[in-house]
């Protein structure tokens, strides 16, 4: 497990996104927005969707500077196999240059998410459960779980306000 991120007030905090899922959009909409007032800076950047050699070289210089320029990383969601896979890959990144950070993803992938990390070497990793099904819900109502879910992905995170 990585260390812990301290005071949120002042750091940088990258959201990883991707290309699947509109409620982790409103997701990390709303966690930006709290950790804005809380003095973070929100950085949010969107993983490509992977399908090729050129995608993945694209990708991963994108996905080196986003490391570069946070000092606190959010990866996420964990909400299907593929997508699964590419933010554990990411959040193990961020683990190795020893940035802080913790993964999110719905509980019933909480199993895939603890295997894939498992084999790399990061069993104890960070994880934020969201509830399942996240997506399809009435963006209102993902929203609200977004807030209601912020002071305990801080904890998880072991930041403080």
């Not at 991707?18 to 949010?44: C, H, K, M």
């Not at 991963?60 to 500077?65: D, S």
């Amino acid at each position: 497990m990585c260390r812990p991120p301290g005071p949120i007030r002042g750091k940088v905090v990258g959201l990883r996104r991707d290309n699947f899922w509109v409620s982790w959009d409103y997701v990390t909409d709303e966690w930006a927005r709290l950790l804005a007032q809380d003095g973070a800076q929100p950085v949010i950047w969107r993983a490509p969707i992977g399908k090729g050699d050129k995608e993945v070289v694209v990708g991963g210089e994108e996905y080196e500077k986003f490391l570069e320029q946070i000092d606190v990383a959010v990866m996420g969601l964990c909400n299907c196999g593929s997508c699964t896979i590419w933010a554990v890959h990411d959040t193990v990144g961020a683990l190795r240059r020893d940035i802080p950070t913790v993964t999110v993803c719905t509980e019933h992938f909480e199993p895939l998410v603890r295997m894939l990390a498992s084999q790399r070497g990061y069993a104890n990793l960070r994880l934020k459960l969201l509830p399942y099904p996240l997506e399809g819900r009435a963006e209102s109502e993902v929203r609200e779980i977004a807030r209601e879910h912020y002071g305990t992905l801080l904890e998880t995170l072991g930041a403080v306000r």
